[in-house]
């Protein structure tokens, strides 16, 4: 028999409700994943007669825009290479973008506080796009 087990069996309880408290505390309080509308961006891509299609496919997008945004800062800051191409299957040249988040993205996806925020708020992320660049007017 333990002298003193009350306490001890006491102290080891408290110390599993307070070090398991952050995973059974929102048990059943997870929200929907946002899900930027494109409707917007492809009107907008139409009044400046810009393609209706993102640079790349919108999955990709989904999951590794900010690794597109990585290459292109290395081919502009260190390359000085400003096109960026798409190919066919084929490998003829569809179409050249000009890689810029502020002059090419958010010319389509303007309103940042619905399409990158309500994303990287859910996630919990802040990204550093905005260290460097001018955040985008909204264009109604």
């Not at 990585?70 to 179409?95: I, K, P």
Request: glycine content about 2%.
């Amino acid at each position: 028999m333990l002298y003193d087990s009350k306490p001890i069996i006491t102290g080891i309880v408290v110390f599993l409700v307070i070090f398991t408290y952050p995973l059974w505390s929102n048990v059943g309080s997870a929200s929907q994943p946002p899900k930027p509308d494109a409707k917007p961006a492809v009107a907008m891509a139409a009044k400046l007669n810009l393609p209706a299609t993102c640079v790349v496919d919108k999955e990709y997008m989904r999951t590794s825009h900010m690794v597109l945004l990585d290459q292109w800062r290395e081919h502009v800051v260190r390359g000085e290479d400003r096109l960026f191409t798409t190919e066919n299957a084929d490998g003829q040249v569809v179409a050249q973008y000009k890689m810029s988040l502020t002059s090419n993205c958010m010319k389509c996806h303007s309103n940042k506080k619905e399409f990158c925020d309500s994303c990287h708020n859910y996630l919990a992320v802040s990204p550093y796009c905005w260290d460097c660049h001018l955040e985008p007017k909204e264009v109604k």
